[in-house]
């Protein structure tokens, strides 16, 4: 059970609007946004570091780096809702699903480059730095435009996989769970 009770419909005018843009038309807004709207300061700058618009990294890169960095935080909540909303559309098969949380960079269901991905997720997870090598071969396959885009998916999923860890919320209805071993 969730240690913080969402907002409840019927939202906000104001909210609704919010939710309205973020949300697929028909789906229910998303336990971890109507529980951080109870505290609008924390919403608007939750929004505001919100990294889901088109950005210099492509879709398939941008959702293994979250998929990974959920992984590696334990999220099962905000790795299932990402699996669900997009994992179709970048075509990440079920080896590949299964190795954002059970694989490594060695995996070979992946790409060199989306290896490079899974690596900088790692490193940065596990000491907040990038190695020189790992910063190398960052820099001789991405724009820094895309590094930084990159990192800031990281930590921004970091903070996503705290509150959704931290407020114990429930997987949606839609979420797709962990993989088994």
Known sequence: MSRVEPVAAPYPAELQKVLDTIMPPGV????????????????????????????????????????????RCGCAYEWGVHVAFFAQRV????????????????????????????????????????????????AAAFSVEQILELIALVGFYHSVSFFANGLKLSPETLSVPFPSA
């Open 91 to 138: 075509a990440l098969t079920q080896e590949q699903l299964h190795a954002t949380v059970h694989g490594d960079s060695n995996d070979p269901v992946w790409s060199d480059e989306e290896r490079l991905l899974i690596r900088m997720v790692d490193e940065l997870h596990d000491s907040a730095s990038l190695s020189d090598e790992t910063w190398s071969a960052l």
């Open 28 to 71: 229910p807004p998303l336990t971890l946004f109507t529980t951080l709207a109870r505290v609008p300061r924390i919403w608007d700058r939750f929004r505001a570091g919100s990294l889901l618009d088109r950005g210099p990294v492509s879709l398939r890169h941008r959702e293994i780096v979250i998929d990974r960095t959920c992984a």
